[in-house]
């Protein structure tokens, strides 16, 4: 069985300021990990994933996480947020191969960006 | 389509009663799933398609729920005798099936069970 716990359920940060997500994860075998987002009153929408390969992945609106398998963590970081990128976070995630169908998420966090 | 679809976006109903939800995936896609998301917590697992086929539906809460997929494209999930425990959003996803891809989810149907 996995989880994922997101440690924090809610996220108050300045426009501008930089921001750190926090994602750990239980498994006994090896992981995809993937972050999803969620604006107001829209659907999930991938944001990033890790597979295999640079533990750093990249999201095109300036979102970056990093695989650390020994501390089982998968942090969302951004250097310098803006009022967009207000919304729900969630983490996810299934183990690799065959079992790659099934996404186990966190609670999410809620990222409000204060003007 | 473009994306996802899923009707109603919204459904009240009476306890006791039945529903379905339907799910029309992307174009193509032949992985299908079905997640349910409660008030606060994040989507949970309930049943995955590859094709016609259920290949696995053991988060299905209970055997009031089912789900079907007959022509491999539209699905629906089917609750019997509902609950208000059952109030939540039901997601549904696509994908192309292969290891590692990416699943697009649609915006949901709100269910509420009064």
């Known amino acids: 069985a996995q989880s994922v716990t997101q440690l924090d359920s809610q996220v108050p940060v300045f426009e501008e300021a930089p921001v750190e997500l926090r994602c750990n994860y239980s498994?006994?075998?090896?992981?995809?990990l993937f972050w999803y987002v969620q604006y107001p009153n829209q659907g999930l929408q991938l944001l990033l994933k890790?597979?295999?390969?640079?533990?750093l992945v990249e999201s095109i609106n300036g979102f970056e996480a990093e695989f650390n398998k020994s501390q089982t963590s998968f942090h969302l970081r951004k250097p310098s947020v803006h009022i967009s990128d207000t919304a729900e976070y969630f983490c996810?995630?299934?183990?690799?191969?065959?079992?790659?169908?099934?996404?186990?998420f966190g609670k999410g966090t809620k990222l409000s960006v204060i003007p | 389509g473009a994306g996802v679809s899923q009707t109603p976006s919204n459904k009240v109903t009476e306890k006791g009663k039945y529903v379905e939800l339907r799910c029309d995936p992307i174009?193509?896609?032949?992985?299908l799933y079905w997640y349910r998301q409660s008030l606060g917590q994040g989507p949970e697992f309930l049943i995955y398609?590859?094709?016609?086929?259920?290949?696995?539906d053991s988060g299905l809460p209970n055997d009031r729920f089912f789900a079907v997929r007959p022509e491999g494209s539209v699905s629906t999930l089917k609750i019997q005798r509902t609950e208000r425990g059952d109030s939540a959003v039901y997601l549904c996803?696509?994908?192309?099936?292969?290891?590692?891809?990416?699943?697009?989810f649609g915006e949901g149907s709100w269910l509420t069970v009064v």
């Open positions: 996803a696509s994908s192309t099936g292969t290891d590692g891809n990416t699943i697009y």
């Open positions: 498994s006994s075998v090896s992981v995809y």
């Open positions: 890790y597979l295999s390969g640079s533990t």
């Open positions: 996810a995630v299934s183990s690799s191969g065959a079992g790659s169908y099934q996404l186990t």
């Open positions: 174009s193509g896609h032949t992985a």
């Open positions: 398609f590859q094709g016609t086929g259920a290949a696995d």
